[in-house]
């Protein structure tokens, strides 16, 4: 078991190689296996701090849910605070392609720019839109690093059947009708030097005080940081006549799931979640100690958590909440959790029983939660008719076309309503080939 594990550390590292060698450390003392899990008391999702029973969803809303909130905002994520002198949004469109992979869809940049009287902060936002119907259509938001300005969303070659460098798979996903779009969130906020514990610049120049030269210990935490990035997305994505503004689902995975788990819980206008491995600090328990700690992600990334987390650290008991409550927090919109059962640094098991105890707040809702035990479905046996969807892959942490192919599934059955299609439903409608260049243009 033991030279198990040692394998499977030695393929994330190379899967994830913006980590040096120095960095590789932080990972050999964590706990992987479930015999060394600590006892741990889960804190009860529908009882208040002050002991108040929940049992509507209107208490939910009015009591449970806005201290949650409060709580994860100034000790986990860090609260955005209000500016000193007004931010001024504007949304310039600076391409338009209506015939991008030979007329299936529109390809659209937009350059969303943040101002004020400290400075100005610019971010990239990309939309890909089908062209097969009118109408506005419905989204998948994909939180994803800086994949816009390195030109991953270009297209790989004509082999790999329309799939983007990143792997999107942009043919099929507007053959279904569905639309992608994505912002380059670091635009926001570096990721810097990973132990730097000074969190400034960028959009933080616009809201800082004058004179202040650090966060305050509830404010931000880059995860808050690249969250607000994904929200200020939402602001231009709500008015493109394109894209239902009701039927926009918010995806990201690892870090980037963390950031759209966060954002979807401050902005209510996100219709949907979709997260892929995101782990600790996502929507796996803290109180497990698997894989990537509390203490561990204060030690080598202390930037990413609010400063007040700090208060935490060692004293993992004492946290109030867990992230079960956070997912608890997104009640009533559909959210699927997938994670690979080899994910060992973001806690699989973790993030089953974080999805699973989340359950009883979107039953406050009466929403169906296709759930039928506290034991992990079994691998590959997805679980997407349901409010809450949830699957265990084969393989390792990250992205992969069978998550894709589980969470367009899951769109056509929450948003679009129809039944769910396979691939080969995709390419050969009723057994013949589809046209995959219409060059119809909307």
């Known amino acids: ?32 296996q479930e015999k060394d899990v600590p006892e741990y008391v889960l804190p009860e999702l529908l009882t208040s701090f002050n002991g108040q029973k929940i049992d509507s969803k209107e208490v939910w809303e009015n ?26 949004t504007k949304s310039e469109v600076i391409s338009e392609d209506k ?9 659209r940049e937009i350059q969303i720019t943040l101002s004020n009287k400290f400075g100005k902060v610019s971010m990239p936002l990309l939309l890909f839109i089908p062209n097969n ?26 082999q790999r059947y329309g799939e983007t460098r990143n792997g999107a798979p942009l043919k099929q996903l507007m053959l279904r009708g569905i639309a992608l779009i994505s912002a380059d969130y670091e635009t926001f906020g570096d990721r810097g030097k990973s132990t730097h514990k000074v969190l400034d610049g960028n959009v933080l120049d616009l809201y800082f005080k004058p004179g202040q030269k650090n966060t305050k210990k509830n404010e931000w935490g880059l995860m808050a940081v690249w969250a607000h990035a994904a929200v200020t997305g939402m602001d231009y994505i709500v008015t493109d006549t394109d894209i239902n503004p009701d039927q926009v689902a918010i995806m990201g995975t690892s870090i980037g799931g963390k950031i759209a788990l966060w954002a979807a819980a401050l902005d209510q206008r996100i219709g ?10 996502g929507d796996a328990l803290w109180k497990r100690e698997v894989g990537e700690t509390l203490d561990n992600m204060l030690e ?62 979107y039953k406050l809702y009466g929403k169906k939660v296709d759930f039928v035990s506290v034991e992990q479905p079994q691998i590959n046996k997805p679980i997407v008719k349901s409010h809450i969807g949830f699957h265990v892959r084969s ?13 367009m599934k899951f769109i056509e059955y929450h948003f679009i309503k129809i039944p769910m299609r396979s691939v080969h439903d995709i390419y050969y409608p009723n057994g013949k080939l589809v046209d995959h260049y219409p060059n119809k243009s909307r």
């Not at 109408?135 to 030109?151: E, H, L, Q, T």
């Open 1 to 32: 078991m033991k030279n198990f594990i040692l394998v499977v550390l030695v393929l994330f590292f190379q899967q994830f190689s913006m980590y040096s060698q120095s960095d590789a450390a932080k990972y050999l003392d964590a706990i992987y």
């Open 300 to 361: 080598w990334l202390p930037r990413w958590a609010v400063r007040n987390a700090f208060k935490y650290k060692n004293k993992i008991d004492k946290l109030p909440v867990d992230q079960h409550m956070l997912l608890a927090c997104l009640a009533p919109r559909p959210l699927y959790v997938s994670t690979a059962i080899h994910d060992l640094w973001a806690d699989q098991k973790g993030q089953w029983l974080g999805t699973y105890h989340a359950a009883p707040a």
């Open 395 to 407: 393989g390792f942490h990250g992205l992969t076309q069978y998550d894709w192919e589980r969470y």
């Open 272 to 281: 949907m979640i979709l997260s892929a491995t995101s782990g600790h600090g």
């Open 99 to 107: 015939s991008f992979m030979e007329g299936l869809c529109t390809r």
């Open 133 to 158: 119907k009118e109408g506005s259509y419905p989204a998948i938001y994909w939180i994803n690093g800086k994949d816009i300005s390195n030109n991953r969303f270009d297209l790989e070659n004509p």
């Open 63 to 88: 009591v449970r849910r806005p201290e949650l909130m409060k709580f994860f905002g100034e000790n986990i994520y860090g609260k955005v605070p209000i500016p000193s002198d007004p931010i001024v």
